[in-house]
């Protein structure tokens, strides 16, 4: 019996797979529209229908961006599904189409096949030098906007004076002109010279400053509330969660009668210690008064007495500690949330932190990253690192395994200060050397 059941078991495994099999062009050919639909989606609500240009004046730089990441993940999974559409009909036959027809897999008509592949082709075709230049490999993940000091305007600014300068060719992507992607034989202090010189000569530089000005505050604002919404939303989270939700529902099944007063070792041996100091207090305190000596059954009512306060104040941390597990799931849950409904504020929130960072002097580079590698990855940072672990142990209510702290505080800034000096090197090298000059002169 059980041998028969297993093979049927199998059989159906088996069939389910060769149907996915079966079903492979038709199943390609749909999440390859989809894409279509999706990319087709984005130019009729937000372009008037037409193609996703970077060069768009109708939206700004970090909505653009959000719209490029987009594009490509669309364009990448039609093209993926179209080659994988090929190649099944490739090896499809018209036994494999007799096969698909007992087993009841009705493939669409051909009118409707070519239908959708026409209409894929007429929305992919668009952006065929896009999707060239995308699946190249990037110097950089990022812009870096070289700003001009006394101004401080950024590249929403000269790109109204781009159809004044001579030779210029204006089918480039304006998101090539990067400062880490390029190296000119004029040094850039000239170029930039030069840039703001144009700039100052140019008749519209008042409104081009002002409109500036006002996307950059407009930028600032959104960064800033973003921050506060990151730190607020998961705290009133927990919170709310921990008195509404958690809190009743931990109360309800942790009656008094059945309780644990204690969930671990560390929590008793500190509930000890209060209770033999509480005893050497009351003996302390008649040895200096020359009160008359305590009988043993009022020391031992005054030590039931403290030993019922010391029991009920760790029975309420060790719900605390309980809560906190729960609450924390809850307020994890709201901060990925909103990291998931907040796209559009994360782009603008990487342009603003961008323009803060790579804005700041070299001076002020190395002072930050040496105070940032002193805190986390310095010498005196497991002492740190074993204050945090231990608050977090206790906070969830578990006992402080000394193995795994030594062990994290062993691995993790060892890894975190590899990714920093990565980071110095791939990056902060080529934006501003005299900056990573400065932070070895200062570290020395």
């Known amino acids: 019996m059980k041998n028969s059941v297993f093979s049927q078991k199998i059989y159906s495994f088996l069939l389910s797979a060769y149907r996915w099999y079966l079903q492979t062009p038709e199943r390609s050919l749909e999440q390859a529209y989809q894409a279509a639909l999706q990319i087709k989606a984005i130019e009729d609500e937000h372009f008037n229908g037409q193609k996703i240009d970077y060069k768009s004046t109708i939206h700004s730089n970090s909505v653009m961006d959000y719209f490029e990441s987009d594009l490509k993940k669309q364009l990448k999974i039609a093209q993926m599904r179209l080659t994988e559409f090929k190649?099944?009909?490739?090896?499809?036959?018209?036994?494999?189409?007799?096969?698909?027809?007992?087993?009841?897999?009705?493939?669409?008509?051909?009118?409707?096949?070519?239908?959708?592949?026409?209409?894929?082709?007429?929305?992919?075709?668009?952006?065929?030098?896009?999707?060239?230049?995308?699946?190249?490999?990037?110097?950089?993940?990022?812009?870096?906007?070289?700003?001009?000091?006394?101004?401080?305007?950024?590249?929403?600014?000269?790109?109204?004076?781009?159809?004044?300068?001579?030779?210029?060719?204006?089918?480039?992507?304006?998101?090539?002109?990067?400062?880490?992607?390029?190296?000119?034989?004029?040094?850039?202090?000239?170029l930039n010279t030069i840039t703001r010189l144009?700039?100052?000569?140019?008749?519209?530089?008042?409104?081009?400053?002002?409109?500036?000005?006002?996307?950059?505050?407009?930028?600032?604002?959104?960064?800033?509330?973003?921050?506060?919404?990151?730190?607020?939303?998961?705290?009133?989270?927990?919170?709310?969660?921990?008195?509404?939700?958690?809190?009743?529902?931990?109360?309800h099944f942790r009656s008094p009668e059945t309780e644990e007063v204690f969930l671990n070792e560390e929590m008793e041996e500190e509930a000890l210690r209060k209770l033999q100091?509480?005893?050497?207090?009351?003996?302390?305190?008649?040895?200096?008064?020359?009160?008359?000596?305590?009988?043993?059954?009022?020391?031992?009512?005054?030590?039931?007495?403290?030993?019922?306060e010391i029991a009920e104040e760790?029975?309420?941390?060790?719900?605390?500690?309980?809560?906190?597990?729960?609450?924390?799931?809850?307020?994890?849950?709201?901060?990925?949330?909103l990291l998931v409904v907040s796209k559009s504020s994360i782009m603008v929130f990487k342009d603003f932190i961008d323009h803060v960072v790579y804005g700041l002097s070299d001076s002020a580079k190395a002072f930050i990253i040496i105070l940032f590698t002193d805190v986390f990855v310095g010498f005196h940072s497991p002492h740190g690192w074993e204050v945090i672990l231990e608050g977090i142990s206790r906070h969830w209510g578990l006992p402080a395994n000394r193995d795994f702290i030594f062990l994290f505080i062993a691995t993790f800034p060892v890894i975190l200060d590899t990714i920093f000096k990565y980071w110095i090197f791939r990056y902060l090298n080529r934006i501003s050397p005299s900056a990573v000059a400065t932070y070895r002169n200062m570290n020395e």
């Open 87 to 190: 190649a099944s009909r490739w090896f499809s036959n018209e036994s494999h189409q007799k096969a698909a027809h007992k087993a009841g897999i009705e493939y669409p008509s051909t009118s409707l096949i070519l239908e959708k592949l026409r209409f894929i082709d007429e929305v992919i075709s668009k952006y065929t030098n896009f999707a060239i230049e995308t699946t190249s490999p990037p110097i950089v993940d990022k812009p870096i906007v070289d700003r001009p000091q006394i101004l401080q305007v950024d590249r929403a600014v000269t790109q109204p004076l781009q159809p004044k300068l001579a030779n210029q060719n204006r089918e480039l992507n304006p998101k090539k002109f990067r400062k880490v992607d390029t190296t000119g034989i004029l040094p850039r202090s000239i």
């Open 314 to 337: 760790f029975r309420v941390e060790s719900a605390n500690a309980i809560k906190n597990v729960f609450a924390d799931i809850f307020a994890v849950a709201a901060f990925i949330w």
């Open 277 to 308: 100091r509480f005893e050497e207090e009351i003996k302390f305190q008649s040895f200096i008064t020359n009160a008359s000596p305590l009988y043993p059954e009022e020391l031992e009512n005054k030590l039931k007495e403290k030993a019922s």
């Open 198 to 251: 144009q700039i100052e000569l140019d008749p519209n530089s008042e409104e081009d400053v002002v409109k500036n000005f006002r996307q950059a505050q407009k930028r600032t604002i959104i960064s800033i509330r973003f921050i506060l919404l990151l730190i607020i939303v998961p705290l009133l989270t927990h919170q709310i969660a921990k008195t509404l939700v958690v809190g009743p529902i931990v109360q």
